[in-house]
């Protein structure tokens, strides 16, 4: 059992309904029908929403979104209207905001994988497959692939893993026609920001997308090429054989499972508070990976 350690209540605002409280976002819909998307400066770990927040989580999260959206705006269109308060809204909602269309979503999680990590890397050392894709052998922790591939897993609610399925298990849930659309934006979109990225000095390892239909027109949903959403490891840090460094909550997980934390990841007890140096150093690493890949100043 797993989830929040406290859900908090959500914030009352007149003229929005709220809909629902995520790991990281609380979704509301305003009187027009549009959806407002509220990115907090939560953070989850080993299916746990953590008791301490990181300061300008949110704000970041939602600045990079803005420009990734920015950047695929030719290969996808995506779901945000605007950017601007809902009237009777907090103040501190500001910059973290995201008014955007209401799409029929699709239930998938598309992801998209340039190197063998993570659960991807598990599935390889049993059955030298990712998703049931048939990979060459002598891949290591870190390998590149040799190329993109679409591994999807199926939604999974706050607190429960989400679980890879084979691309024919989507096809039967969504439909051939539509299994083949998410693929291919998939794809195109990792494409487009692994080599953005790359750039930048940045490896594009592996990310997940989101997305709905406007009408018949697939669109890019949710957030888009965050820290929480992908993983981003330093280019000139890169070692097959063994985990990266990354931009992203690596520091939290680390101390998680450190004997200083007293926690058992295996007991249903919820995480303790994070410690003001952990917090501080993950506030870093998101802060570092928007000014690395925007190439400007988040102060």
């Given amino acids: 059992m797993s989830g929040f350690v406290e859900k908090p209540e959500p914030i009352e605002v007149p003229g929005l309904v709220h809909l629902h409280t995520g790991k990281v976002r609380d979704l509301y819909r305003n009187e027009a029908g549009d959806l407002v998307m509220v ?8 299916d746990w929403v953590l008791p301490t927040e990181i300061p300008d989580k949110g704000r970041v999260l939602t600045q990079l979104s803005l420009w990734w959206f920015d950047q695929l705006r030719d290969l996808a269109p995506n779901h945000v ?21 209401s799409l029929k979503m699709v239930p998938v999680e598309c992801v998209a994988r340039g190197y063998l990590t993570g659960s991807g890397l598990l599935e390889y050392q049993e059955s ?27 939604k999974a609610e706050v607190g429960e893993h989400d679980e890879n399925v084979s691309y024919e298990e989507v096809a039967r849930q969504v439909g051939a026609e539509t299994a083949a659309q998410l693929r291919q ?57 063994r985990a990266q460094p990354s ?53």
């Fill in 81 to 101: 209207i605007g950017t601007e308060l809902p009237e009777g809204a907090p103040a501190d909602w500001a910059g973290r905001t995201l008014v955007c269309k």
């Fill in 128 to 154: 030298r497959t990712v998703c049931g894709l048939a990979l060459p052998e002598g891949l290591v922790d870190g390998s590149e692939l040799p190329g993109p591939i679409f591994t999807p897993a199926a």
């Fill in 185 to 241: 934006a998939t794809l195109a979109v990792y494409s487009r920001a692994r080599d953005i990225a790359r750039d930048r000095g940045i490896i594009l390892a592996d990310t997940k997308f989101e997305f709905g239909f406007e009408g018949d027109t697939l669109v890019l949903a949710d957030e888009v090429l965050t820290p929480d959403s992908s993983r981003f490891w330093p280019a000139d840090q890169w070692q097959p054989g």
């Fill in 247 to 299: 931009y992203d909550k690596q520091f939290v997980r680390d101390w998680l499972t450190s004997p200083e934390s007293g926690w058992d990841r295996k007991s249903e007890q919820p995480p303790p508070p994070l410690p003001e140096r952990v917090v501080e150093a993950t506030r870093a690493k998101y802060v570092e990976a928007y000014e690395h890949l925007t190439g400007t100043s988040w102060a």
């Fill in 39 to 46: 990115a907090s400066d939560r953070i989850s770990a080993y």
